[in-house]
């Protein structure tokens, strides 16, 4: 059959598997919104551009995965964000002052999971990059070693994070101070309202691999840590000041 692009970056081809699978993915996330109510939304909150091309990460990660991960659950949590604050005095916040206020405030939870997931979001989408992945050099491969002893006591704990968070949530390397960990988190929750500073993140909801790696969790957070995570990134995060 002619693979001929037939919408937003999708081949028919990707987007027949995508829809077929995204059938089970669209009713187990209620913040997915439809395409057609995400391109009119308005907000005083923009969706950062992907820093790479919609198939920049295959094979590890498709193409169909990143239009679907980024263009509506991504696209969704903002969509959602925006009509959430019309009115409000978050208005006016910066996105993390939306979740710092959110998160310690009764009654704000639709508020806190969709801001934390734009943002969280965003961070994932630039702690990936095609070619990267791998041990570090550089300040975070010290920075690395002196932690966890090695890359590769790194590499397991980091997986043994991933594969333990059940059900939906994200992996965690953060800064503690000055002394680096490991952690994870549920849902659409932050380090940063834990006073932890995040360096690199991967997500482990289903929607982030199971088009492309069905139930094998193991196997996509294996081959981000060792083909895309951007250890510049990780560095740069790694010098900023705060929490
Ligand atoms: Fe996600």
């Known amino acids: 059959m002619e693979d001929r692009v037939i919408a937003s970056g999708f081949t028919r081809r990707e987007f027949m598997r995508a829809s077929l699978a995204g059938c089970t993915l669209l009713a187990l996330s209620p913040a997915v919104v439809p395409a057609e109510a995400s391109a009119q939304a308005k907000g005083p909150f923009e969706l950062p551009p992907l820093p790479y091309a919609q198939n920049a990460l295959s094979p590890v990660i498709s193409a169909g995965t990143v239009g679907f991960h980024y263009g509506r659950h991504h696209r969704g949590y903002l969509d959602n964000l925006n009509g959430l604050v019309e009115g409000t005095p978050y208005e006016k916040m ?66 043994a994070a991933a594969l333990g968070q059940f059900g939906s949530g994200w992996a965690w390397l953060v800064a503690d101070g000055s002394a680096l960990r490991v952690v994870k988190t549920a849902n659409a929750e932050n380090p940063f309202t834990q006073r932890l500073r995040p360096l690199l993140t991967i997500d482990v909801w289903e929607h982030a691999y199971y088009l492309d790696y069905q139930n094998r969790r193991k196997d996509f957070v294996e081959a981000s840590l060792d083909r895309l995570v951007n250890w510049a990134f990780v560095e740069g995060n790694l010098g900023k000041a705060g929490g």
């Open 94 to 159: 910066s996105l993390e002052g939306v979740i710092r206020a959110s998160a310690s405030s009764p009654g704000q939870t639709a508020v806190f999971n969709n801001a934390a997931q734009v943002w969280n979001h965003t961070f994932y989408w630039n702690g990936m990059k095609p070619g990267g992945g791998g041990k570090p050099g550089g300040e975070i491969g010290k920075a690395i070693e002196k932690a966890f002893g090695s890359y590769e006591n790194f590499r397991k704990e980091f997986l």
